[in-house]
């Protein structure tokens, strides 16, 4: 299992380039399902969830060209085939973002059968408001043996209210909704910039969509769409955790190939703590931190509010932040699985229900850590930046997940950071 080494200390300075977002790509790639005809995406991270999704859409019958060398960030998807309309639980259990085709094959193919997602690292992440909209459209949903099914000769379309905000609930049921009999009104939907995303590829097929973006989403379903090209949008996750390394290691980041309209919130909270955030471009941020950072509050929230998908690296920041700050998570029950690992590299950090309180600035200490999901593993590299000597992070699997060369990436603008197969335990600071 691959594991990487990091040895802190290193300002970051120079140009760092944002890959395109994963969780766009998700929704994306299970779009193609809705027609017969080709879906071509560009700028599509190369990450794991991407392979993974590839698999899942060729185990239903599709044909999913990912592309080598210059072009390796394209992929073209036909669906011409779904001989097997179905996610299985080796596929699901491993990404449960596979949840997003059920809306797009009920609508397709007019059944479903996917493996109901069992617990997660983050939460107990059900998909019940998929399944109550789905309901809502027509299908008649059953459930036995761990698997979901879904039937409808075709979706109707339906007045939608989301009972709580979610993101791959919205975009699943968008999804649906597009090749439905008549109007669905969505209300109390995900704002977030994937949504807008998806919904851009939607309408490139042919999809009638008003209002994507917004917390009310109409469509008026046509009988078919036809194949597109669309250009995936940046990560705002990835360049995020770039600002925070920029701010965390004291150093002069310029952070390219991002959208710094979806990045205010993490923005404002990192211009809080005393970092200098300058808004180059449109597609450009620079980030420096000259001076010690001070605490700040944060509380995670749909978007626009701070993204609960950079609490983690967030609170690798706080632990050199002079002061009191406290996190709170509202999205997840469970994401905190990063404190322990943080506490174990000298953190000072308490956690009550969904907050922790976080006391700085504490200088690190190198440690062998364990990685236990993307965001996570995210905060131990930025903590692993500036800690004091060599710290080996277990189980990167989970990074690769989301991040694409990350080592690569933060080499470049001069971390110390080594992707190892197979090491001895972490040396302490200051031997050789
Ligand atoms: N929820 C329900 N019922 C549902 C759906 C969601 O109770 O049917 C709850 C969840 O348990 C959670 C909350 O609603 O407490 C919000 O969950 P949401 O559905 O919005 O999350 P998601 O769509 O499963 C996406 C991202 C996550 C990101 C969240 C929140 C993708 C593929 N995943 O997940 O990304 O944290 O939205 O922004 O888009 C990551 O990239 O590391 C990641 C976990």
Do not use: W
């Not at 290193?10 to 140009?15: A, K």
């Not at 380039?17 to 879906?39: F, H, Q, W, Y």
């Not at 992929?75 to 001989?83: F, K």
């Not at 690296?313 to 998570?329: H, I, P, R």
């Amino acid at each position: 299992m691959d594991k990487y080494v990091i040895r802190g200390g290193n300002p970051l300075v120079g140009t760092i380039r944002v890959s395109g977002a994963k969780n766009s790509a998700l929704p994306c790639m299970a779009a193609a399902i809705l027609t017969e005809d080709e879906v071509t995406l560009e700028n599509l991270p190369q990450v794991r969830d991407i392979e993974t999704e590839r698999k899942l859409l060729e185990s239903m019958g599709a044909a999913v060209q990912l592309e080598n060398g210059d072009a390796r960030h394209r992929t073209t998807i036909c669906c011409r085939t779904l001989s097997e309309p179905e996610a299985k639980y080796e596929i699901v259990k491993t990404m449960r973002a596979s949840s997003l085709v059920l809306g797009p094959l009920v609508a397709r193919a007019g059944m479903a059968r996917v493996a109901m997602p069992g617990g997660c690292a983050i939460g107990g992440r059900p998909i019940d408001l998929h399944l109550k909209g789905l309901e809502k459209m027509g299908a008649r949903i059953t459930q036995e043996h761990g698997y979901i099914e879904a039937r409808a000769e075709r979706l109707k379309g339906a007045h939608l209210v989301f009972d709580r905000i979610t993101v791959t609930g919205t975009e699943d049921l968008l999804m649906a909704a597009v090749l439905a009999e008549g109007e669905t009104l969505m209300e109390n939907c995900a704002r977030e910039p994937e949504v807008s995303d998806l919904a851009a590829l939607l309408t490139a097929m042919g999809a009638k969509i008003e209002g994507a973006g917004t917390s009310t989403i109409r469509v008026a379903g046509v009988e078919r769409l036809r194949g597109a090209r669309h250009r995936i949008h940046p990560d705002r996750i990835e360049a995020g955790t770039f600002l925070v390394a920029g701010a965390i290691t004291g150093g002069d980041l310029i952070v390219t190939n991002c959208d710094p309209g979806h990045l205010s919130a993490v923005m404002e909270k990192l211009r809080e703590t005393g970092a200098r955030v300058d808004v180059l471009g449109p597609d450009t941020i620079r980030v420096r931190a000259e001076k010690r950072l001070y605490a700040a509050d944060v509380s995670t929230e749909e978007y626009p509010g701070f993204p609960t998908d950079m609490q983690a690296q967030y609170m690798a920041l706080a632990t050199q932040a002079k002061g009191v700050s406290l996190v709170k998570e509202n999205i997840f029950e469970n994401r905190f699985m990063h404190v322990q690992e943080l506490v174990r590299m000298g953190a000072n950090i308490k956690v009550d229900g969904h907050t922790a309180t976080v006391r700085g600035a504490t200088q690190l200490s190198a440690a062998a850590v364990m990685c236990s999901d993307l965001r996570a593993s995210a905060s131990l590299v930025l903590a692993a930046l500036v800690a004091d000597g060599e710290s080996i992070l277990d189980r990167v699997y989970h990074m690769d997940r989301g991040y694409e060369r990350i080592e690569e990436k933060l080499a470049g603008v001069g971390a110390q950071i080594q992707r190892m197969g197979n090491i001895f335990p972490a040396r302490p600071a200051g031997q050789p």
